[in-house]
């Protein structure tokens, strides 16, 4: 359901041309770089969208870098997801609990890497088939109180709490086959062992999923998916080219929603 007053007609248009690449914001100037109508003003600024407009990708971007990354890393599958309703409540939880970031980190998966107390048949056959494939976990953190807590959760119908030296992980990542083959695919040589999302931008992303998707037409999103793509991106202050994670909401269907929702990439490299 969304929430009273959402305006989901200001909020197709803005969709639209996100999806166009039509909206830039510039985060250091108070204006948009186009003009847009009051209307669409007054709902960006009604959502707070001002803080994460440069996040959806054109569709036109999208296609490219994930083509790029097709033709750059063929062998590579690019079939990670997480359940949209487990993402919102592990959301929600952390940002009450007052932490600010949310972490994805590569792995190359092992034969029994994770030994997971009571998981059920259906995800560990799940977890299994990834085996010699690239994976991700989820790190939620909280950098005041320097604690971690850790998940499998991609590709899972209920999260799994695991204790992981994540430093070991980061680094066994950027040695492993995988890992080499992404690098040795940069012209900079570059290949991040994790990516980093700040989580009230997250915990906004949810929202309106929830707000259009489910408010507005009604429909029934089931899954994130996030997609592996190549291109330029900002890493300590400079462009680099390396491979990073788009998101489109999937529903019960299986369609993906990209017709009605704007692929993102809401993440920053490895600081």
Partial sequence: M?????????ERELISKEK??????????NKFEIFLSIKIRNHINAENYVKIINDPIPDDMYE?????????????ESNLFIYYELYEKLVNNYIQRGFDFVNISFLQMEQNQFEIEDISQEDLSSLNS?????YAIVTFSDKQQNKDETFLLFNMKDEYPINIDLDKC???????????????????????????YELPKVKKYIDRVRNYLNG?????????????????????????????????????????LNLNFPYYDQGSLEP
Wanted: one cysteine or more.
């Fill in 170 to 196: 980061h680094n066994d990542f950027l040695q492993s086959c995988l890992g080499q083959s992404m690098k040795n695919s940069s012209k900079d040589k570059y290949v991040p062992s994790y990516i980093q």
């Fill in 20 to 29: 166009l690449g039509e909206i830039i914001y510039l985060p250091n100037k």
């Fill in 130 to 134: 990834f085996v010699n494939k690239i």
């Fill in 64 to 76: 490219l870098d994930a083509s790029r990354f097709g033709i750059k890393l063929p062998n590579i």
């Fill in 2 to 10: 969304k929430k009273k007053d959402f305006d989901c007609e200001a």
């Fill in 216 to 256: 507005c037409l009604n429909k029934d999103v089931d899954k994130i998916a996030f997609n592996f793509c190549f291109g330029l991106r900002k890493h300590k202050h400079v462009e680099v080219e390396s491979f990073y994670l788009s998101s489109i909401p999937i529903d019960i269907t299986g369609q993906y």
